[in-house]
């Protein structure tokens, strides 16, 4: 098991930039695959950034190029570094870890992003 909790969201205007934290409860050194999901009001959760365990990265289409995915083993932290932030980007965003290729998903409590004009 593994508790998650995010931080760093906040309000900015568009073109800006935020970097989300998730920190895990124990070592994510063995955990299989971390990342951030995102929700929109109205909209589906939708995966934005994943990075395993062997610090392999993908992203979603719309935020490739802007959106990079790290992770920090030493401190048990995942890091979201999102910038030329859209209005698009709006959501709740939720830190994700799989800790095994049949294992649930654990998840945080999310963090609200707003990007305002």
């Known amino acids: 098991q593994v508790q998650l909790v995010e931080s760093g969201g906040g309000l900015v205007q568009t073109g800006g930039s935020l970097r989300l934290s998730c920190a895990a409860s124990?070592?994510?050194?063995?955990?299989?695959?971390m990342g951030w999901y995102r929700q929109a009001p109205g909209k589906q959760r939708e995966l934005v950034a994943t990075?395993?365990?062997?610090?392999?990265?993908n992203y979603k289409d719309s935020v490739k190029g802007r959106f990079a995915i790290s992770r920090d083993n030493a401190k048990n932290t995942v890091y979201l570094q999102m910038n030329s932030l859209k209005l698009e980007d709006t959501a709740v965003y939720y830190c994700?870890?799989?800790?095994?290729?049949?294992?649930?998903?654990?998840w945080g409590q999310g963090t609200q992003v707003t990007v305002s004009s």
């Open positions: 994700y870890a799989r800790t095994g290729a049949l294992a649930p998903l654990y």
């Open positions: 990075i395993t365990s062997g610090s392999s990265t």
């Open positions: 124990r070592s994510i050194f063995s955990i299989n695959a």
